[in-house]
């Protein structure tokens, strides 16, 4: 069964730090990994995704990265700001169990203040 | 209007109440899904449906009714609820090629119904 675990579950950084949040999933079979951000009491938005066959994605200050192979995908923030507070979510989506689904993680709560 | 919405945005109802939760997709796509998010907990698939069909019910109490009158319109009618059932419920939609979900684009959410049982 796959699980998707994020570490840390809660960051507090000063505003400018660039940040490291890390997935991890106990089965590589897997199509694809999306990042979301929530904030609190809304829904999700969708910040990259990033297909089995890709190692990595880009968009502005976020990075994301993707090694299948050892269950593992990271998102950096560079420079962070106090509006980067939110809730980062990691899900991906699994050959196996329903081919369209998403499993997620529970989340890293991120506070950068000023 | 763009991307998935759903209506209300709150909801207080009284455990003998019937309501019903409502999403719009305007992105063109053929599956749709509802998740809750609890307190503290993973968000959890509860319903897929795909090209209108339903494809999946992930152990869902019949208190909980899905329906799909299209490709673009979901709702799930809620009824006899019970307090643990206040959550936020999520509606998302993604396109999907034929099997395998090879060629993805990803999920597209909703903003969410804040429901509250009492």
């Known amino acids: 069964k796959q699980e998707v675990t994020q570490i840390p579950a809660a960051l507090s950084v000063p505003e400018g730090e660039n940040l490291v949040l890390n997935c991890s999933f106990t089965?590589?079979?897997?199509?694809?990994l999306q990042w979301f951000r929530q904030d609190p009491g809304k829904g999700l938005t969708s910040l990259l995704l990033?297909?089995?066959?890709?190692r990595e994605q880009t968009s502005g200050r976020l990075n994301a990265s993707l090694d299948k192979s050892s269950g593992r995908s990271t998102l950096y923030i560079a420079a962070s700001q106090p509006g980067d507070s939110a809730t980062y979510l990691c899900?991906?989506?699994?050959?196996?169990?329903?081919?369209?689904?998403?499993?997620f993680g529970a989340g890293t709560r991120l506070a950068v203040h000023p | 209007e763009t991307g998935v919405t759903q209506t209300p945005r709150h909801l207080v109802m009284g455990m003998t109440n019937k309501k019903s939760l409502k999403c719009e997709q305007h992105?063109?796509?053929?599956?749709m899904y509802w998740y809750k998010q609890s307190a503290k907990k993973p968000l959890e698939l509860m319903f897929v449906?795909?090209?209108?069909?339903?494809?999946e019910n992930n152990s869902v109490p019949s208190r909980f009714s899905p329906e799909c009158p299209n490709s673009s319109h979901l709702f799930l009618h809620l009824h006899t609820l019970q307090p643990e059932d206040s959550a936020l419920y999520l509606c998302?939609?993604?396109?999907?090629f034929g099997t395998g979900g090879k060629v993805d684009y990803g999920y597209t959410f909703g903003s969410g119904t804040r429901l509250t049982v009492v």
């Open positions: 998302a939609s993604s396109q999907e």
């Open positions: 089965d590589s079979a897997i199509y694809n």
């Open positions: 990033i297909q089995s066959s890709q």
């Open positions: 899900a991906v989506r699994p050959f196996s169990g329903g081919y369209n689904k998403l499993i």
């Open positions: 992105l063109g796509h053929n599956a």
């Open positions: 449906y795909n090209f209108k069909e339903q494809t």
